[in-house]
């Protein structure tokens, strides 16, 4: 059981875009990737996409879709709907979901649930339960092989209050806050979804509070160390370093006043305070170019705050990346940070693809098309296993890096990144 309560909006994709339900297919949103982001924004826990597409080329659109939902979103995703069979769990997760949902109104995915969950671990597994009866019947599957259970319908939670012993998300359509705090009060419900948080994600905020006034466990983001254990400066202000919560690349330095240390926490964007214009500001609203929160610390001293960020577009004004930029000295040195090395070379094979220059083996590889970049691959790999013979470590080292250099070819010929293999290494 999770330690609080969620808040889960949904999205019913339907045609690449997003349905009021799952027999309401009037369109809410033409851009829900758009949506995801704006429930990502409002401190929505989780999100649930369900797929609800009709045929398979339809389904390949709506993982695509997916994707980037995920990507946006800020938040995790549940993946749900139109699984068929262990590779369609294999596809929604592979797609950037944190987890994935059976329908267990298909008896096909009753039958694939100790398969999937063995393979991909229980903990990205849910069961997606139309009728609590569903949960007494497959009590023992469920129990050992699913995390949680997703009651699709606004009936029988009284039922599924009583019989599950699994935490249960129930979905609600338009209730009163009263009806929501008192399910939250259950421990079996571990949170809720459906048409009600749709409807008023802009105030989940303040719904959060409410609960938590009423004794019910959710996630905001309090402080562990409050405003007044810091130590401003003269001004009363505290400086931010700002900080890309993957590259730890250095975006920004800003600075906040206490009104802006605490709409920070609360809203889950960088806000700072102008102290050129003497008013607080949210980093991106006029540029759309956010910084969402991952992690907040401050010094032994408390005087100076680092702040770990998800960086939309630039941070700085100029367009570039980063405002560090205008360089002052530097010596020569040799790159160590692996991740960057790999990208700085996957940049330069980017733009040999794009800007082609003559002699070039990059641009000889992409001309020859997929099956050379393939076969050269094949061959370094067979080098690699050669190489490993021979007691020298050196040549081994000199056939991996033959064989990443053609495995980036491959990569950017396909259109993948290492920020998504990272992620997808990173699941593992």
């Given at each position: 059981?999770n330690?609080?309560k969620?808040?889960i ?5 339907l045609?690449e875009k997003?349905?009021a339900g ?6 809410i949103?033409?851009n ?7 429930y990502g924004e409002?401190?929505?826990d989780?999100l ?6 009709t045929?398979?080329?339809?389904h390949?659109t ?16 549940i993946?749900?709907g139109n699984v068929k069979?262990?590779?369609d769990?294999k596809?929604?997760?592979y797609a ?7 329908n267990?109104?298909?008896?096909s995915?009753v ?6 969950s063995?393979?991909?671990g ?5 069961a997606?339960?139309?009728?609590a009866?569903?949960i ?7 129990s ?6 997703v009651l699709i319908g606004?009936k029988g939670i ?8 699994l935490p249960?998300?129930v979905?609600l ?12 009060s259950f ?7 459906g048409?009600a ?5 802009k105030e989940?905020?303040?719904?959060k509070d ?19 254990e810091?130590t401003?400066?003269?001004d ?7 900080q ?6 250095v975006l920004?330095v800003?600075?906040?006043n206490?009104?802006?240390y605490?709409?920070?926490?609360r809203s ?6 102008s102290?050129?214009r ?7 609203e006029t540029?759309g170019?956010?910084?969402?929160v991952?992690e907040m610390i ?8 680092l702040a770990?960020?998800s960086?939309?577009g ?5 367009g570039?990346?980063?405002c560090?930029f ?5 010596k020569?040195?040799d ?5 960057m090395?790999?990208e700085?070379v ?15 083996y990059t ?5 020859k098309g997929i099956?050379?970049?393939l076969k050269?691959l094949g061959?370094e ?5 050669i ?12 056939e991996?890096a033959d064989?990443l ?8 010929e396909?259109?993948v ?5 990272t992620?997808e290494?990173d699941?593992?």
């Amino acid at each position: 059981m999770n330690d609080y309560k969620k808040f889960i909006p949904c999205i019913y994709l339907l045609n690449e875009k997003a349905v009021a339900g799952f027999q309401d297919d009037t369109v809410i949103s033409s851009n829900p990737a758009e949506l995801a982001r704006f429930y990502g924004e409002n401190n929505a826990d989780e999100l649930i996409v369900f797929d609800l597409s009709t045929d398979d080329a339809s389904h390949e659109t709506a993982l695509d879709l997916l994707k980037l939902i995920c990507k946006e979103a800020q938040i995790p995703v549940i993946g749900a709907g139109n699984v068929k069979r262990m590779e369609d769990i294999k596809k929604l997760l592979y797609a950037g979901c944190a987890k994935a949902a059976l329908n267990y109104s298909k008896e096909s995915n009753v039958e694939i649930t100790k398969e999937v969950s063995l393979k991909f671990g229980k903990d990205k597994i849910l069961a997606c339960i139309a009728e609590a009866s569903e949960i007494e019947t497959n009590e023992e599957l469920l129990s050992e092989y699913v995390e949680q259970i997703v009651l699709i319908g606004p009936k029988g939670i009284k039922q599924a209050i009583d019989v599950s012993r699994l935490p249960v998300i129930v979905t609600l359509p338009e209730v009163s806050l009263d009806k929501i705090i008192e399910l939250l009060s259950f421990d079996i419900i571990a949170g809720v979804t459906g048409p009600a948080i749709n409807a008023n994600a802009k105030e989940l905020n303040d719904i959060k509070d409410l609960c938590a006034g009423n004794g019910v466990s959710v996630k905001t983001f309090k402080p562990a160390i409050s405003w007044s254990e810091l130590t401003p400066n003269a001004d009363g202000l505290v400086p931010v370093v700002v900080q890309d919560y993957k590259t730890r690349e250095v975006l920004m330095v800003a600075y906040m006043n206490e009104e802006a240390y605490l709409h920070t926490l609360r809203s889950g964007r960088m806000t700072y305070y102008s102290r050129s214009r003497k008013e607080q500001w949210i980093k991106g609203e006029t540029s759309g170019h956010y910084q969402y929160v991952k992690e907040m610390i401050t010094d032994c001293d408390k005087d100076t705050i680092l702040a770990k960020v998800s960086q939309v577009g630039a941070a700085c004004h100029t367009g570039n990346y980063s405002c560090f930029f205008n360089g002052i000295m530097k010596k020569e040195y040799d790159e160590t940070n692996p991740l960057m090395v790999f990208e700085s070379v996957l940049g330069v094979i980017k733009d040999r693809k794009v800007h082609p220059k003559e002699g070039s083996y990059t641009n000889y590889l992409f001309d020859k098309g997929i099956d050379k970049i393939l076969k050269k691959l094949g061959e370094e790999a067979t080098e690699i296993v050669i190489a490993s013979k021979n007691p020298n470590a050196n040549e081994i080292k000199y056939e991996i890096a033959d064989f990443l250099y053609h495995m980036m070819v491959l990569m950017v010929e396909k259109g993948v990144t290492w920020e998504e293999i990272t992620e997808e290494l990173d699941k593992r």
